[in-house]
């Protein structure tokens, strides 16, 4: 009996010395931040991963030096490669995604939108300080020129030097979608606003603390705008951050699954929240056609327009288009012989699918004016490439009004 309970003794010295030996080696493989491979690694771990913020170094030279989420790159970082080039910007899922700048060896300056390793989306390409392209990129290729008033976000070349807090911080989300109009769909050329509510309820200060939008299927033509990071976040407080999704031209009807990252500069992230729904629309341009005339003869009331006579016009607009015709500006235009006497230039504001709306303008016309009047409606949209000049269809000594 005392033979059988000295074996179990010493296995159980056996097993403790063993730990002690794997806990020992454990520590020190953190501690010197290496593996088989020769990669070196020094910054924080969740669970045996590369978790939090760190620095990685490549045997053959490259580096990287930010976010880890479960040993992938993710977030903000800064990827330098063996060859002098150097990525500053965004990860997901260890690949470059989302807004990022990109400096060649060459010279050559790209600051814009990335997705899955390569240029995809709004961006621009500088050298020696001149902008030499920019506008839309997809696969790598740039493939439309636009002027871009605010260029996504310039990315920020600093890292702040962040101090771990003594006690953990725990971070909770609360968000808001809201639509224009409060309406339950996002159409072409509308930005909806997400509001996110990040409360730390710990014991600790968080830092660091990014937030990041993602899609979770195929979203073609929405662009999304994540929030500026919030460097600091003290136990009990709370801070407000908003995001935006605008549906870009390109943009196909379908319903979208949004999902809410937050990421801790130490790993202290959020959970995830629950998904949230977003219904696209894909329209047709606006199509504004005028649909009525109205013609008030001042002298025999015989609803013909006739020489030296003032007539009182009424022109009834109407959008046949899907979309909607934004801060819509309509402008009198007269040629030889038709003189105004009244007034020419009008604001209609925004003009919705099949909805109606009315210009009254007065004039008259010498003998010597062409059959078919020279007047005309100038159109003016929000998006000038919307912009239309419509001939009135107005004639001398003929009937004008149309029907109800």
Known sequence: MSKIRFIHSLLLILCLALSLVLASEQQVSKKMGANANGERYKGSYKNGKKHGHGTWIHPDGDSY???????LKRGYGKYTFQNG?????????????????????NGEIFTGEYKNNIR????????KGDTIKSGI???NKFIKKIKLKNVTRYIKMTYPKYKKSKHEPSLTVETNLTLPDNNETLETNETAELTIRITNTGKGKAQGIETFIEKKNLAEGLIINNPEIIRSLNPGESKTVKATIFASDMMISQQISLSVIITEYFGHDAPLSKNLSLKTKSLTSPDLVLTKIKINDQSNKNGLIEPAEIIEA?????NKGQQVAKDVNIDVLYGDYVFNTGKSSFKLGDIKQNQKKKIEFSFFAMSEAEKQLPISFEIKESRSKFDQIIPSGLGLNSLNNTPN
């Not at 990525?87 to 060649?104: A, C, E, F, W």
């Not at 995809?120 to 050298?127: A, D, E, K, M």
């Not at 009424?314 to 109407?318: A, D, G, Q, R, V």
């Open 65 to 71: 030096k930010g976010k880890f989420i479960a040993n």
């Open 85 to 105: 080039e150097e990525y500053l910007g965004h990860y997901k899922r260890d690949v470059q995604h989302g807004l990022g700048q990109y400096t060649y060896n």
């Open 120 to 127: 995809n989306g709004q961006g621009f390409l500088v050298f």
């Open 137 to 139: 990129w997809e696969k």
């Open 314 to 318: 009424t022109i009834f607009i109407s």
